[in-house]
């Protein structure tokens, strides 16, 4: 039987880090419909609805749920769509499902940014009522007093507000089990990821201290408190929450640019920015974020291991351009020419013997070049 998944839209080029981006209680995804289409310019941008939200089924969550069970939803759905690895953002309880996921799935997430958002909820006994509350009566009346929980005075968006008219009851209150079971104030210094939290000065259900708690808890955490925003803050000021997000999201550009430096040295790295065009501006900026960024950051595999996996499959497909210039990258990162050469002796296994002696011959002039430079 197919498992049934939340319901999403998927927006960007498929080559492009993805970025998850995760809703408020009582929203669909059309709470990101100012933002996402500008973060799709760079991303693989995923925006998905919670149970009984939007277009996702109402009994993918039942009473006493929890964020964990909400954050297993979501990386169903990052499994569905092939994405192993993503940058994540959400809104309040979709804040929430972030910080489990960063907590408890830390080789999932690369980046976390909680919007609007906290570490607890204000403990179990409101949440309670409203779940009984909406049990019973629905949530219509619910909804009409929803321009005051989230904008500030004067704004409203007419389609949210239907969205949490439309919600199921029964998701819509498993949902609220769910806000108030979480706390993860004491876990909040195990968070290793980037963190950006995002407050609004008027914001009356997670106020600015909430954000504050996280960020002074979490060691690489950034806070950007912005004026004019209540609770929503991609719906009422989705400029600044995008100007914040592409800031955050950066930083992998700017880290991978460190890396690629490091591994590949200036000169090659200063030659190709140099030849860098219009055309090709993106795909130079897909690789500082992806490929250096995120791929050769990852501490799972030490560098020289990672040039070895690189000179192999530079061999493999017959790159001996960039082979040359990885054999100069393994020496940055410590191999020898003696564990260079037994990595290309190994490819004539694997690979083939004609394609071993065009690596071989490449290597072979490099670390020459190398050697008549250290003596002149």
């Known amino acids: ?216 808890a979490v060691p690489d955490a950034t806070l950007v408190e912005l004026p004019g925003a209540s609770h929503l803050a991609p719906a009422e000021r989705p400029e600044a929450v995008l100007t914040a997000l592409r800031t955050h999201l950066d930083g992998g550009a700017t880290r991978g640019m460190e890396v690629r430096r490091e591994v590949l040295g200036d000169a090659h790295v200063d030659r190709a920015q140099a030849r860098q065009t219009p055309f090709t501006a993106r795909f130079q900026d897909f690789i500082s974020r992806y490929a250096w960024g995120e791929i050769w950051t990852d501490p799972t595999l030490s560098r020289r291991e990672r040039s070895m996996i690189t000179l192999t499959a530079l061999v493999a497909h017959g790159h001996y351009d960039e082979l040359a210039m990885h054999v100069r990258a393994a020496r940055r990162n410590g191999l020898t020419p003696e564990e260079i050469g037994a990595v290309l002796l190994q490819t004539a296994v694997y690979c083939g013997v004609p394609a071993a002696n065009s690596a071989f011959a490449t290597a072979q002039r490099v670390l020459a070049e190398e050697d008549d430079g250290s003596r002149g």
Not at 46 to 58: E, I
Not at 102 to 131: D, Q, T, Y
Request: aromatic letters at 6%.
């Open 1 to 216: 039987m197919t498992e049934k998944l939340l319901n999403h839209r998927a927006e960007g080029p498929t080559s492009a880090p993805a970025l998850l981006l995760g809703p408020s209680l009582g929203t669909s995804y059309a709470l990101w419909d100012k933002v996402a289409p500008e973060l799709s310019v760079t991303h693989r941008v995923v925006r998905w609805d919670l149970p009984g939200h939007g277009g996702s089924a109402a009994d993918l969550i039942g009473p006493g749920a929890t964020v964990g069970d909400l954050a297993a939803l979501v990386l169903a759905l990052a499994d569905s769509l092939g994405l192993e690895r993503f940058a994540y953002a959400g809104v309040s309880l979709g804040g929430a499902v972030g910080l489990h996921l960063a907590l408890h799935h830390p080789e999932r997430v690369s980046s976390l940014a909680m919007i609007c958002s906290s570490a607890h909820f204000n403990g179990a006994k409101p949440w309670e009522e409203r779940a009984a509350l909406v049990r019973r009566e629905g949530l219509a009346g619910l909804a009409e007093g929803a321009d005051a929980r989230w904008f500030t005075p004067g704004f409203t968006v007419p389609e949210l507000i239907a969205d949490h008219r439309d919600a199921d009851p029964d998701a819509y209150a498993a949902c609220c089990d769910a806000l108030g079971a979480f706390d993860l104030r004491d876990r909040l210094a195990e968070v290793a990821v980037r963190t950006l939290l995002v407050a609004g000065r008027q914001d009356p259900a997670t106020p600015p201290a909430h954000l504050r708690e996280i960020a002074d």
